[in-house]
């Protein structure tokens, strides 16, 4: 079952508020995300890179668990300072849904979260390293997809960052790997 931009935002900024004991990592170079399954919620796991405002290196979505109200995924975000009342979730950048593929099997499918929506600009196979870049200069979002054709999306953000930025997986095997940070 496919969620709405809102739901998978709303279900991300879940993940990283619910998340207890979460690793610091100062100098990540590869990462390995393996949560798998749980029969009542998504399993979950972090990393936090405080102090960061650049992350670059490859990802490989290796497999996933799909269940009632979930979508295994994986994601390097943030959180924005959105003002009580407002619907915004604050989780933005870099969203890996493993989603069906119409023609048959799965797909990673690789989205721009920002200002409380979800934008897809990228598709892979499950299993294939994709090289990715996330940056947050003042107020604005890029994210990069890809090494030999790289596609590139920027989001002016309403609010600003704060915090950390995130790896995370729910539901997912997820390898990252020649990790960068500026």
Known sequence: MLQSPAVRCAAAALMLATTAAPAVANAVDNWACATGSRSDAPAKDWV????????????RFIEGTSGP??????????????PPGEEDCGCTGLMAFLIPDPDGGLKVQYE????????????ARPAVAITFRVSVTDDLLSV?????????KSVKLRYPPTGSLFLTCTSA??????????
């Open 144 to 152: 990069s997809i890809g090494q030999t054709d790289p596609v590139t």
């Open 112 to 123: 721009v979260h920002g200002n409380g929506g979800g934008e897809p600009f990228a598709q």
């Open 69 to 82: 109200g979930w979508q295994p995924h994986a994601a390097i975000t943030l959180r924005t300072a959105v």
């Open 48 to 59: 936090a890179l405080p102090g960061v405002h650049a992350v670059s290196g490859h990802i």
């Open 173 to 182: 095997n997820v390898v990252f790997f020649d990790i960068r940070t500026e």
